[in-house]
């Protein structure tokens, strides 16, 4: 297969509501679209990037020059196997793993559709209906962030994750566990403790949480192994697995025991079921994360929730819990059992509303 064109589109998009997490707060998105032709086959993929090099280190304007100016060049009239040799295509580039997946998920969508098969099934998965969880924000106060999981488990939503900081973490927990003691609840500190924070940690586990997620820093997994042998509540690694190499560590180390797969931040797909299968024989469950994607993203995050070893639930939620209007037709929409059901067309099933995309676009460029 050849990569004949690729088209990137920058929109803006406001969220319905600020999302706060402990490293700021986001009030809109501007996401990278790829638009990708092969052999007369349209596929699209999303950039998770964020405007700030806060979650990461890659943002809006370094995923479009390296797409534009480096990745592009390696692909560009390349002829390859599949979607599955695109990851080791691009090693030459290192890192940059959110630009890279935003390319090789649109040829994913192309090759299934090409195929003419659903992507979740090309790329291996079981189960025609995820499991869904929430990720919820920093809030003012404890009564707003009641109120907030109430509207959630009303939805049905299977887990309920809220964001943590110093500050902000066994109050809100513990208001949580009060009003329902049997949900299944997590925490998400996004990197906002140290190593020396572990007695603070040690002090959520009467709360039972199903697992605390990246408590410690980005780039860290020996502290984390540390703090994991202190704790009785599982570890979740988030921004510190980058590879199937990272994923191997923090297994073999003891520095987790459950991984949150995020495809942008590993670099796409094929990297995403090599840590699967990696984790699967393990024994180390798995679940997808969220970047606050538009359908796009959302949609490729839907398909690769399917594989068998992605058995807890995820940060895939309703496109109406962060945006006035997707840019999909149909929305991603959840059955009150708080699941997602796959589609069965083509590709990512979900068709982009190019109208919609136009009328968002600040910036286009058809890379030559
Ligand atoms: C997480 N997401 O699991 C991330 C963090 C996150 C849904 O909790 C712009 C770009 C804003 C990326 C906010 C969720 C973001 C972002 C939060 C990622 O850690
Ligand atoms: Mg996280």
Known sequence: ??????????????????????FGTSHSRRVILVEVDIDGATGWGEVVAGEDPFYSYETVETAWHV?????????????????????????PIRGHNMAKAGIESAIWDAEAKARGIPLWKFLGGTREEIPCGVSIGIQATIPE???????????????????????????????????WPRIRLMVDANSAYRLEDAPL???????????????????????????????DTPICLDESIHSAADARVAIELGACRIINVKMGRVGGQTVVRRIHDICQEKGIPVWCGGMLETGIGRAQNVALSTLPDFVLPGDVSASRRYWIEDIISPEVEVTPQGTIRVLS???????????????????????P
């Open 67 to 91: 797409l534009r100016d480096h990745i592009w060049p390696i692909l560009k009239g390349r002829d390859f196997r599949a979607a599955a040799d695109v990851f080791d295509l691009l090693a």
């Open 345 to 367: 067309k083509p590709g990512i099933g979900y068709a982009p509303k190019l109208e919609r995309i136009e009328s968002l676009t600040k910036r286009k460029e058809l890379p």
């Open 201 to 231: 940690l040690k002090s959520l586990d009467p709360f039972y949480l199903i697992m605390i997620e990246q408590p410690l820093s980005w780039d860290d997994i020996y502290d984390h192994a540390a703090l994991q042998k202190q704790l």
């Open 145 to 179: 962030l009641l109120a907030k999981v109430e509207k959630e488990l009303a939805a049905g939503y299977q887990r309920i994750k809220i964001k943590i900081k110093p500050g902000w973490d066994i109050e809100p927990v513990r208001a949580l566990r009060e009003r």
């Open 1 to 22: 297969m050849r990569l004949r064109s690729v088209c990137l589109r920058e929109i803006h998009i406001d969220l319905i509501a600020p999302f706060q997490t402990s």
